[in-house]
Nanobody, 123 residues
Framework: QVQLVDSGGGSVQAGGSLRLSCVAS????????MGWFRQAPGKEREGVAGIFRDDIPTYADSVKGRFTISEDNAMNTLYLQMNNLQPEDTAMYYC?????????????????WGQGTQVTVSS
């Protein structure tokens, strides 16, 4: 049974940083494809960053240059380093994993989800 546990959210001022973590169990981490998503109130869940079998990350345009996705295979942990946070980054953030790997940031490509961690950025 795959389980993803997100953590690391919080409240920061604009320009601040946070690092999200996602510990995976029951998932073949080293050969899997994983990503981070976010959902603001009243909006669709959107892909933020993904890392795939070739270890080449993909980012949404809105976070390029500010967010970095990485993984620690030994610890079965996925990270999202978020720098220069802005109020529009405020959302619930979720890590997710694919059952069948594809280079995609669409939520329908992901079968497993964490419980989410809230990020709030004030101006």
């Amino acid at each position: 049974q795959v389980q993803l546990v997100d953590s690391g959210g919080g409240s920061v001022q604009a320009g601040g940083s946070l690092r999200l973590s996602c510990v995976a169990s029951g998932y073949t981490f080293s050969s899997g494809c994983m990503g981070w998503f976010r959902q603001a109130p009243g909006k669709e869940r959107e892909g933020v960053a993904g890392i795939f079998r070739d270890d080449i990350p993909t980012y949404a345009d809105s976070v390029k240059g500010r967010f970095t996705i990485s993984e620690d295979n030994a610890m079965n942990t996925l990270y999202l380093q978020m720098n220069n946070l802005q109020p529009e980054d405020t959302a619930m953030y979720y890590c997710a994993a694919q059952r069948y790997c594809s280079r995609s940031l669409h939520k329908n490509s992901y079968a497993y989800w964490g419980q989410g961690t809230q990020v709030t950025v004030s101006s």
